[in-house]
Each structure stands twice: as C-alpha cells, then as structure tokens.
C-alpha cells in the first residue's frame, strides 16, 4: 500500500477523522457517484441478515446502517469521526442500533464470535495496514459467518481517484488522506487471516462506457466452520 500523495496541482490531504468531520454536514446531499454505487451494491450482496448480529466498520452518516438495521437483529456500528456519527445517530433510531465512536485500527469492542455480518463500506482506503482489520473480523465472526467488503476499486484508485468533497462555503476541494491497495491485498489479506473468498464484484455506473474502469471493487468472504 502506499499514500496518495498529494502532486503540486492537487492540495495536500486532510486527516481522515477531521476531514469526515467537515464533509458530515454535506455527505448526504453531495452530488456522490461513489456512495450512491455502493448503497445499490451493499442491498444486492448475498448476506445472510435476517436474525443477524452485524458489525459495521466505518459506517459514516449511517446510509447502509439504517438498510442493516431493518434487517439484522442487532447492529454495532463504528466510526471515529464525531461528526458523522451525529448524523448517523439522528437517522437510525433504532433500538437495536448502538453507534460506537471507534478507530478500527485499535482493537474491536467486541467479543470473539460476536457477529454473523461484518461489513465495511469504503472505509478501508482510508486505512494503511489491513491485516488488522481482517484479524479483528476473523475474531470477531462466528463460524460461517460473513465479512463483506466494498471499495474504491484499485483501477479507479491508480487513476487518482481518491475520497474528495468540495467545501460548499468556501468553495475549496478537501483531498482525504487516502491509501492505495490492490485487489490482490483484499483478497489475500483475508485469506491469510483465515478467511474463505466467496465472491468478488467489479461494479460500474449504470450508465458507464464499456471501457470505462470499475468504480467499486466489493469482496465477499467466509468465516469457515470447524
Ligand atoms: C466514505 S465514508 C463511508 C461511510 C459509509 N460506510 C458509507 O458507505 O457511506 C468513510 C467513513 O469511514 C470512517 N473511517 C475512516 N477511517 C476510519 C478508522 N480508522 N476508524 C473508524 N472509522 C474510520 C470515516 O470517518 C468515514 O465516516
């Protein structure tokens, strides 16, 4: 993996936390191909929800959480930006939705086989080292259980796309401090933390040139029962 390193036509990233902390307000409503893709991609992925305790890693203002929670028995989501996870937690007012405020390269707040569902939706840009995070979903998912991932995909990246938003007061385009991984470090990383890959999707726009690079790269694996 290595940075996105800011060149001199582009301004230097932002801290990751700070920078969701200014996009919160806006995240919603921002004109975002990204997060629209990957709302249709998480709601077409084969998860077994019904009954389900799910963790979410990374759950910004809670756009996916909110489709989880109607669905699963218990939701935990995570995130370390306060500003997020206030719009997140005026959404999904659910009872059995907790929103915790986490960075999730610190170990998990949660027990061994605690969860059936992880899932991290465009989180893991933002994140340097992902053996971490593959070990603390192998840790924390039952036998059989899942842990689906969907991201910016590694092409898209290696043509500079990176998490942007532009500030509407000032008018200025905020660069997230973001990392470049491979597809082959998704799927091997979780692999190598015990996983079995289930499935991978290379997702398009609806209306995208045959040529055009995939936006999302989603990863789905399973936790093998002993
Ligand atoms: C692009 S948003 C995606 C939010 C949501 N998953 C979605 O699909 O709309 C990325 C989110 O990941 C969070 N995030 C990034 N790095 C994180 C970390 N190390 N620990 C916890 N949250 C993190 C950010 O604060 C932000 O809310």
Redesign the pocket.
Same mark, same amino acid.
């Given at each position: 993996m290595s940075e996105i390193a800011s060149t001199g036509a582009r301004p230097a990233p932002l801290d990751?936390?700070q920078?969701?902390?200014r996009?919160?307000a806006h995240?919603d409503d921002n004109e975002n191909a990204?997060?629209d893709l990957?709302?249709s991609v998480?709601r077409r992925a084969p998860l077994s929800l019904e009954g389900a305790d799910v963790i &979410?890693?990374?759950?910004?203002?809670?756009?996916?959480?909110v489709w989880l929670a109607k669905r699963a028995r218990h939701v935990l989501a $995570?995130?370390?930006?306060p500003? $997020?996870?206030a719009s997140a937690r005026k959404r999904v007012t659910f009872a059995n939705t907790r929103f915790v405020q986490?960075?999730?390269?610190?170990r998990w707040p949660v027990e061994e086989g605690s969860a059936d569902v992880v899932?991290?939706?465009?989180?893991? &840009?933002?994140?340097e080292v992902l053996d971490h995070v593959f070990a603390e979903a192998v840790r924390a998912i039952r036998p059989g259980g899942q842990f689906f991932l969907?991201e910016l995909h590694p092409f898209k990246q290696l043509g500079g796309g990176q998490?942007r938003f532009t500030d509407p007061v000032s008018g200025e385009v905020v660069l997230?401090q973001a990392f470049r991984h491979s597809t082959s470090e998704y799927v091997n990383g979780g692999i190598a933390a015990g996983f079995i890959l289930r499935n991978i999707g290379e997702w398009r726009d609806a209306h995208a040139a045959e040529d055009a690079p995939p936006r999302l790269l989603s990863v789905l694996f399973e936790s093998p029962v002993t």
């Open positions: 990751v936390a920078a969701y902390d996009w919160a995240y990204t997060r990957d709302a998480l &979410e890693v990374g759950c910004g203002t809670g756009k996916n959480t $995570m995130d370390f930006s500003g $997020m996870l986490h960075d999730i390269r610190d899932i991290g939706n465009l989180v893991l &840009e933002h994140v969907c998490a997230v």
